[in-house]
Nanobody, 124 residues
Framework: QVQLVESGGGSVQAGGSLRLSCAASGDTVSIRSMAWFRQAPGKEREGFSTINTADGNTYVADSVKGRFTISRDNAENSVYLQMNSLKPEDTAMYYC?????????????????WGQGTQVTVSS
């Protein structure tokens, strides 16, 4: 089993930045892919970024490309999400997820382990 805990969410004005963290514990050696998802009220959960924990390869969706950056620190069993130039439409609950399969795209059905989420609110 793997446990994930997100942190770093909060409220920020448009154009600002936030850095989210996801700390993994438990059977972390089984993790091959970690991903970030977000879900706004009334909308489907959107996967927008993945990272391969072995080789560091990343994927970032067009919706956040150029503004969000995913990274990892394997020694700390953590992944991070640096969010810059935040927009009101980025407002959502942000979730970290992990899988023993090295998925290269973030489809929610493929991820076994989930954090509880951290709220990001961007005001204009």
């Amino acid at each position: 089993q793997v446990q994930l805990v997100e942190s770093g969410g909060g409220s920020v004005q448009a154009g600002g930045s936030l850095r989210l963290s996801c700390a993994a514990s438990g059977d972390t050696v089984s993790i091959r892919s970690m991903a970030w998802f977000r879900q706004a009220p009334g909308k489907e959960r959107e996967g927008f970024s993945t990272i391969n924990t072995a080789d560091g390869n990343t994927y970032v969706a067009d919706s956040v490309k150029g503004r969000f950056t995913i990274s990892r620190d394997n020694a700390e069993n953590s992944v991070y999400l640096q969010m810059n130039s935040l927009k009101p439409e980025d407002t959502a609950m942000y979730y970290c997820a992990a899988s023993p399969i090295p998925w290269t795209r973030p489809a929610a059905r493929n991820y076994r382990y989930w954090g509880q989420g951290t709220q990001v609110t961007v005001s204009s």
